[in-house]
């Protein structure tokens, strides 16, 4: 059972563009939701992170927009920089709860200069 | 201090061999956690451990995986009996407390040939 979908799978965006990645979890239990950044060869890095009693955090170029209704989360990464390119998970976390991150299956972003 | 290292980075072993990956936490951290990641599973838990408690070992895929936290600190995660399947990379998190935001190290890229 695939508790987070992310999509899509591949995204190309130009420089300076927004690019958006989009997540929908299905456990309305769940309470904090993370995206990780990574890099080839390296381990997942902490991007920015949402409670779902918020509907919008933003952190420089990253925001995520939450829809608690729809159970939808979304990163977009605003002025879209070729060293953002990497693949980016997002996930789903129940805190009280089995402590483990449920992770989307992935986004590989290309930016191209 | 550092962040959550992980060794060795590159492990190539034969099918049917045991092989153990380690893992040393950011110092202070009381949670640690190993995921697997797989080209077509995505990143899955594994594993957890939070201070003194009993782990939760419901992400372990069979009974050839263990793992074991010596003095809240260092853990090693024990493949026995190695299969192909288990070709992967083995990511291991700390995180400060529960529900606290989790630290990932560079993983340990296993190979089973």
């Known amino acids: 059972q695939q508790q987070v979908k992310q999509s899509p799978q591949s995204l190309i965006v130009q420089k300076g563009g927004i690019s958006i990645i989009n997540c929908a979890y299905e456990n309305t239990a769940f309470d904090y939701f993370p995206w990780y950044q990574q890099f080839p060869g390296k381990g997942p890095a902490l991007l920015i992170a949402?409670?779902?009693?918020?509907s919008e955090k933003k952190e420089g170029r990253f925001t995520i927009s939450f829809n608690k209704s729809a159970k939808q989360f979304s990163l977009h990464i605003m002025d879209s920089q070729p060293g953002d390119s990497a693949t980016y998970f997002c996930a789903a976390f129940l805190i009280g709860g089995s402590e483990k991150l449920v992770f989307g299956k992935g986004t590989k972003l290309t930016v191209n200069p | 201090g550092a962040g959550v290292s992980q060794s060795p980075s590159n492990k190539v072993t034969e099918k049917g061999k045991d092989v153990e990956l380690r893992c040393d936490p950011i110092s202070g951290h009381t949670a640690l956690y190993w995921y697997r990641q797989s080209l077509g599973q995505g990143l899955e838990f594994l594993i957890y451990f939070q201070g003194n408690s009993a782990p939760d070992k419901s992400g372990l895929p069979s009974d050839r995986f263990s793992a074991e936290r010596t003095g809240g600190s260092v853990s090693t995660l024990t493949i026995q009996r190695t299969q192909q399947e288990d070709s992967a990379v083995y990511l291991c998190?700390?995180?400060?407390?529960?529900?606290?935001?989790?630290?990932f190290g560079p993983g340990t890229r296993l190979t089973v040939l």
């Open positions: 998190a700390s995180s400060l407390r529960r529900a606290s935001p989790q630290f």
């Open positions: 949402i409670r779902p009693d918020v």
